[in-house]
């Protein structure tokens, strides 16, 4: 689907995986953990790992796996937020994280889909200083947010849009040249078109999952870089 190549990490790693195109990192695939679902995994970046996992306690989130260093390449923890969705946070040592960004095959954007979207925004902000800004032409519940004094938003919080069975959970766009024809690579290769493509004001768009059931979206935004 996006064209990505696989760096293997060393055995210590786990059978981690590092995804890139023309030799630049854009996404990493691990074994799937113990009683956990198959899914992307959102990082967010810190300069501090150990600071950041006491800041998402204190703000009411839960650390589910206490911050560890991953040898020279950085240090990082799991943790979920007070609505329950989970997410990661990563402290950069010698790998920085995504170096492919709004690019065919890099990541494009992210999402919360919240069951109490105004708490999420309340942590989120408290924890990693992100700004919010509601969004007219969406759902009351969505709004964009950015780092301060960021121009370019980040990604969005809203609510569930009807999937209220499901708990709170990220997920992760990517951006894609054709959207229409990666759906047919998709599904020719074992996923699920879970919506089909359709127009946005932002670009094409469609949702999918992957052999495995993790759901994730595909865009091809109105401007490509």
């Given amino acids: 689907m996006f064209g990505w190549t696989f760096e293997e990490s060393s055995p210590e790693y ?14 990493g695939i691990a074994p799937q953990m113990e009683g956990a679902p198959t899914a992307w995994t959102l990082y967010f970046a810190s300069d501090d790992a150990d600071s950041t996992a006491r800041a998402v306690a204190e703000h009411g989130g839960t650390v589910v796996m206490e911050p560890m260093d991953v ?5 990082m923890f799991v943790a979920l937020d007070p609505t329950g969705a989970p997410f990661g946070v990563w402290q950069a040592g010698e790998h920085t994280g995504t170096q492919v960004v709004g690019e ?3 990541l494009s954007w992210q999402d919360l889909r919240s069951h109490d979207p105004d708490a999420a925004r309340t942590f989120y902000g408290a924890v990693f ?6 969004l007219p032409e969406a759902d009351p519940s969505y709004s964009t947010f950015a780092r301060p004094g960021d121009a370019m938003p980040l990604g969005g919080v809203g609510g569930m849009f009807g999937h209220d069975s499901i708990p709170s959970h ?4 990517f951006a894609v040249a054709d959207v ?3 759906l047919v690579t998709a599904a020719a290769a074992g996923g699920t078109v879970l919506s089909p493509g359709f127009d946005t004001p932002y670009g094409r768009m469609a949702a999918l999952a992957d052999p495995g059931g993790a759901p994730f979206w595909i865009v091809t935004p109105s401007v490509i870089s």
């Fill in 129 to 134: 200083g992100l700004v919010f800004q509601p």
């Fill in 104 to 106: 065919p095959g890099g």
């Fill in 14 to 27: 786990g059978g981690y995986v590092v995804c890139q195109i023309d030799g630049a990192s854009t996404a």
């Fill in 180 to 182: 229409d024809g990666a």
């Fill in 170 to 173: 990220w997920l992760v766009y």
């Fill in 71 to 75: 040898g020279p390449q950085g240090r």
